[in-house]
């Protein structure tokens, strides 16, 4: 696997707190629809002080069928969804990151599903492609994202004035190589649509598993209640902390999940328990 991209060196010292919020949304067949939605959320984390903000996997849509998606597929750079993410992060000078948007690839009938990162300036400065694409047949209910969606190949983590933040989609969480091969972070943004079948039994446990053995803050951000094209996503959006500990959390329906993540803490963490410097393999 590649070394991650976007990871420029900053010599600059971290600033010692940063507020975060997860925007937990019930996306809908409806861009424009979940557009105003993830406006409204965006609006209301603000006012609590937020500096940093999420929005879940397929943020902008849920579509009846898997096709949907690619039927609104932007090229890179220019759309009304990437229109909407860089106002957003300009008009209220925050850091957004776009969980998931259908980008276009060379396949007529599939997508690279992508989260895009946004600084205060509304300026486009990290963009991660999914690279792990779910499967999963019980009984009735069956996905395969292969079928319309390209897997990404790069591993990315950003420098922010807070620190190095991860990038990651829903279905990579299985996955803890990818995280190793980000190297050090402070923070990992997880925007997800994990099913309710896949979710009750596993969501929780690995986000804090990936907290724990990377010493750093999670950002969970999940769709989260039923969809108009009859799927059930868990949910369940959550803040943890570097020891796995939850600091808040949003179980249905669309809210907020916000908290303040601390340097001091991280440092805190890793000094009584130096286990990222006692790494072997």
């Keep these: 696997m590649n070394p991650p991209a976007n990871d420029l060196p900053d010599l600059s010292p971290p600033v010692a707190t940063l507020r975060v919020a997860a925007l937990q949304m019930v996306s809908t067949p409806r861009v424009d629809d979940n557009l105003r ?9 603000v006012a609590q002080g937020a500096e940093l903000l999420a929005l879940p996997e397929y943020f902008a ?7 949907d998606k690619v039927k609104v597929r932007e090229f890179d750079g220019q759309g009304p969804i990437q ?21 276009w690839t060379d396949h007529p009938e599939k997508v690279l599903n992508s989260s895009l990162v946004f600084n205060p300036q509304g300026e486009r400065v990290a963009r991660y492609d999914k ?12 996905y395969d994202e292969s079928a319309t969606i390209e897997a990404g190949r790069q591993p990315v983590a950003l420098r922010t004035p807070f620190g190095r933040i991860g990038l990651s989609i829903c279905y990579d969480l299985r996955f803890p190589e990818l995280y190793r091969a980000l190297g050090v972070t402070d923070l990992l943004v997880i925007p997800a649509a994990f099913t309710e079948t896949t979710g009750r039994a596993h969501w929780e446990i690995l986000l804090r598993a990936r907290a724990i053995e990377n010493q750093c803050y999670v950002l969970a951000v999940a769709q989260g209640g039923r969809h108009e094209n009859g799927r059930e996503t868990h949910g369940n959006s959550m803040l943890i902390d570097p020891w796995g500990e939850l600091l808040d959390r949003k179980m249905k329906g669309p809210g907020i999940v916000i908290g303040d993540i601390a340097q001091a803490r991280l ?11 006692h790494r072997v393999l």
Aim: proline letters at 3%.
């Design 267 to 277: 440092a805190e963490v890793r000094a009584s328990l130096p286990a990222l410097r």
């Design 131 to 142: 690279i792990h694409l779910f499967g999963f047949r019980q009984g009735t209910e069956s």
């Design 83 to 103: 229109d909407f993410l860089a106002a957003s992060a300009r008009e209220h000078g925050i850091w957004l990151i776009g969980g998931s948007l259908p980008l």
């Design 61 to 67: 849509i849920m579509g009846m069928g898997d096709r």
């Design 37 to 45: 939605s993830a406006a409204d959320l965006i609006g209301e984390a």
